[in-house]
């Protein structure tokens, strides 16, 4: 049974830093893309950042210079770090593995709620 859990979220302040983690089991995780989205309130979901099976990386320009995303292979999981937080940044945020190719695959976690606010 495939699960991605997600964890590290909570309240943060304006300015303040999280970093998320999702962790995988049941896939064989190195093979896989990793993408952090996230939702807010009354929004579709958005990708927020990828990192491929090589390491690659892309991310929203809403993001770029204060989000890093990263993966530790031998833990299965996948990393968002968050810095310069703004309150836009509210939302819940989902881990998604997907395998490419005639093998694909496409898992999504329950997300974990970022709160940005004073």
């Known amino acids: 049974q495939v699960q991605l859990v997600e964890s590290g979220g909570g309240l943060v302040l304006p300015g303040g830093s999280l970093r998320l983690s999702c962790t995988a089991s049941?896939?064989?995780?190195?093979?896989?893309?990793m993408t952090w989205y996230r939702q807010a309130p009354g929004k579709q979901r958005e990708l927020v950042a990828t990192?491929?099976?090589?390491?690659?990386?892309n991310y929203a320009d809403f993001v770029k210079g204060r989000f890093t995303i990263s993966r530790d292979n031998a833990k299965n999981t996948v990393y968002l770090q968050m810095n310069s937080l703004k309150p836009e940044d509210t939302a819940v945020y989902y881990c998604?593995?997907?395998?490419?190719?005639?093998?694909?695959?496409?898992?999504w976690g329950l997300g974990t709620q970022v709160t940005v606010s004073s």
């Open positions: 990192i491929t099976s090589d390491g690659s990386t």
């Open positions: 998604n593995a997907q395998l490419s190719g005639v093998y694909y695959r496409n898992y």
């Open positions: 049941g896939v064989i995780f190195k093979m896989y893309a």
